[in-house]
């Protein structure tokens, strides 16, 4: 008998105990890839405990393991994991309806558990991690009731659908996806359907429906000609569970969602004005979930309550594992969602005070035309009387190389990098060692870098420099920034104030009446930097 099932957990919640000293064999294994990532087993057990407290708050404080009508689907099983601890918190929550052990493992294998495999690989991993075998109705399986070898943890092979060169269900290149019968398709079963009720009824049987849905979604498609550009696929099940309309649905994903991102725009506005999201966790960095896994921006995991219809309870959990306290939120109050709920009464206050954005004076990318790969001559001359800022060199440029706003070259600006720090290393530089810097009248520059500002002159440009090395500044950038890469957006908290004066922080923190706590906090997630640009 599998040891998950005999020794459960004290009252159904923590983590069981496996006997002796062995370690449980899924936190010994590595990881497929980024996009298919295996969670780890004390992960599971708290997204099970939030699912537990909240069946409980909903149902009269019952008890979800007590309940032998509960069904549950992990539509894309890896590891196992989820569905393995189900098992063993129902086996204990049963005993007193089922007294049998047998009669009751049985009765949660073949009537209660139910899982979608991904690959061949996982799928039979997640059998042995269920079932204690590979076939369900095998001589060592401790289920005893099944007449097929998969139990119910489903797999059958599944093709992408082509229209042109993607596949009109989750938009992998045909050129990396067509592929033959010895390789995986990675064409996942859940989402390549628009009638998910009938393919789980052709899978399950008919009138086969969920109380909760549970589980971790790949997160990616990659293939090596677009290893930089991976499409986000997570979002596709989790608008695919919400079609089965379960009662309780936990999923765990990157966080990258929260603040829209590449393909994840509509997605973003939809779960943030989604009134039934009752419940957020939010991993600013990503190893406090996943320690041997690289999803930057972080990861997160929601309960998504079918009967909810309010605010949504929101815990930060800070680099390092602590834990804000749960705060009510509407998730959709900004334009993107503000991830550290100490952030919230900073973001209020200096909006408002509705002045100006900033983000209104930062170019769009390449504000002169010119590639990263471009550069000039090394040497002024009468036909290259620019200087040019590009990727690694200064060179030297003349008037007919300008391809876009040519009359910006005779202004003062601000110059930032358009890539710097990717927001992982806390606490947060957001701008690299060069920083913001002013270029003068006859000065360009390549896509390398943004203008952050135009300035009618020298002390003007100074002044916004030095403006947008405050740890104020870079902190209201620091909460629109997912990503490597600078962009106008990114500015949309940051106040375009009056540069009558060169801005200190104390200034700053004076301006917003800002509490000593709040003024601390931010002190603590931007570091203090000496930029190497120049000024003037």
């Not at 992990?74 to 601890?85: A, I, M, N, Y």
């Not at 049963?94 to 009751?104: G, M, N, T, V």
């Amino acid at each position: 008998m599998s040891a998950s099932v005999v020794e459960s957990a004290p009252e159904g919640k923590a983590s069981f105990a496996l006997r002796g000293h062995n370690p449980d064999v899924l936190t010994c294994i590595a990881n497929l890839s980024n996009d298919e990532v295996f969670t780890p087993p004390e992960l599971a057990n708290e997204m099970l405990d939030t699912l537990a407290d909240a069946w409980a708050q909903a149902n009269g404080g019952e008890s979800i393991w007590a309940d032998s009508s509960v069904r549950f689907l992990d539509p894309f099983t890896k590891s196992g994991v989820f569905l393995r601890e189900i098992v063993a918190r129902l086996a204990t929550g049963l005993a007193d309806e089922i007294p049998d052990l047998q009669s009751r493992v049985d009765h949660i294998l073949t009537k209660q558990v139910f899982g979608i495999g991904i690959t061949s690989l996982t799928a039979l991993l997640a059998r042995r991690s269920v079932y204690c075998s590979k076939y369900a109705n095998g001589p060592h399986s401790i289920a005893k009731s099944f007449d097929r070898d998969w139990g119910n943890i489903w797999l059958e092979r599944t093709e992408h659908t082509w229209a042109g060169d993607r596949c009109v269900y989750c938009g992998a290149a045909r050129a990396g996806y067509e592929r033959g019968d010895d390789l995986e398709t990675h064409a996942y079963a859940f989402i390549h359907t628009s009638d998910v009720k009938s393919r789980i009824a052709r899978m399950f049987g008919a009138d086969m429906k969920f109380d909760v849905i549970i589980g971790n979604p790949p997160y990616q498609l990659e293939t090596e000609s677009e290893r930089r550009q991976a499409r986000p696929i997570y979002q596709l099940f989790v608008e695919q569970a919400k079609r089965l309309e379960p009662k309780f649905l936990l999923m765990i994903t990157p966080s990258r969602w929260l603040q829209g991102g590449m393909g994840l725009a509509e997605y973003s506005t939809s779960m943030l004005g989604d009134s039934r999201l009752r419940i957020l966790v939010d991993f600013i960095v990503d190893k406090d979930a996943f320690p041997a896994v690289n999803a930057n921006g972080g990861v997160s995991y929601f309960l998504w309550d079918r009967d909810h219809e309010g605010d949504c309870s929101v815990t930060t959990v800070a680099p390092g594992g602590s834990r804000s306290d749960p705060i009510q939120r509407q998730l959709n109050e900004f334009d993107v969602f503000v991830r550290w709920n100490d952030a919230l009464s900073i973001v209020r206050k200096v909006l408002g005070a509705q002045e100006p954005r900033f983000s209104d004076r930062v170019s769009s990318i390449g504000p002169f035309g010119l590639p990263t790969t471009f550069h000039g001559v090394d040497q002024r001359d009468s036909g290259h009387p620019i200087k040019f800022y590009g990727s690694r060199k200064v060179s030297w440029v003349g008037p007919n190389d300008i391809k876009a706003n040519a009359d910006w070259v005779k202004r003062w600006k601000v110059l930032i990098p358009a890539a710097s720090d990717g927001n992982e290393k806390y606490p947060l530089p957001i701008w690299d060692s060069v920083g913001p810097f002013t270029a003068r009248p006859d000065e360009a520059c390549s896509w390398t870098y943004l203008v952050a500002a135009l300035a009618d002159d020298e002390q003007e440009a100074d002044r916004i420099v030095f403006y947008a090395r405050t740890r104020l500044f870079r902190f209201l950038v620091a909460l629109r920034k997912v990503a490597q890469h600078n962009k106008a957006e990114n500015f949309a908290f940051v106040p375009d104030i009056p540069m009558d004066r060169e801005w200190t922080d104390d200034a700053l923190f004076e301006r917003y009446q800002l509490t000593d706590g709040e003024r601390e906090f931010i002190c603590s997630l931007i570091r203090d930097v000496e930029f190497t640009g120049r000024v003037g």
